[in-house]
């Protein structure tokens, strides 16, 4: 299995960005897809979720973010909006049901994003 993220990069407060997420070796459409962060010095936080017709969000990025799939491209996206510099992370990709305990079946490569003030 692999998660490849993308879409990472330097934005100014206020902007938008949208990660992507490239899945291959699993069979994308059965698997609960989410998004994860961790800043420098904090713990993984988990941002979204997204399984067959639901969705979560944590309540720091409610609102501003949307979390999306597309199964016939097994592709996961997270369209970031309203950016803020505690939004400064390493975005990680993962799949599977262990993502509700923050135990992913599989982990992805992560992108960096960085907000400036």
């Known amino acids: 299995v692999q998660l490849q993220a993308s879409g990472g990069g330097l934005v100014q407060a206020g902007g938008s960005l949208r990660l992507s997420c490239a899945a291959s070796?699993?069979?994308?459409?059965?698997?609960?897809m989410g998004w994860f962060r961790q800043a420098p010095g904090k713990e993984r936080e988990r941002v979204a979720v997204?399984?067959?017709?639901?969705?979560y969000y944590a309540d720091s990025v409610k609102g501003r973010f949307t979390i999306s799939r597309d199964n016939g491209k097994n592709a996961l996206y997270l369209q970031m909006n309203s950016l803020k510099s505690d939004d400064t992370a390493t975005y990680y990709c993962?799949?599977?049901?262990?993502?509700?305990?923050?135990?992913?079946?599989?982990w992805g490569t992560g992108t960096l994003v960085t907000v400036s003030s």
């Open positions: 997204i399984g067959s017709d639901s969705t």
């Open positions: 070796g699993l069979t994308f459409r059965r698997y609960v």
């Open positions: 993962a799949a599977g049901f262990g993502i509700a305990t923050m135990n992913p079946n599989y």
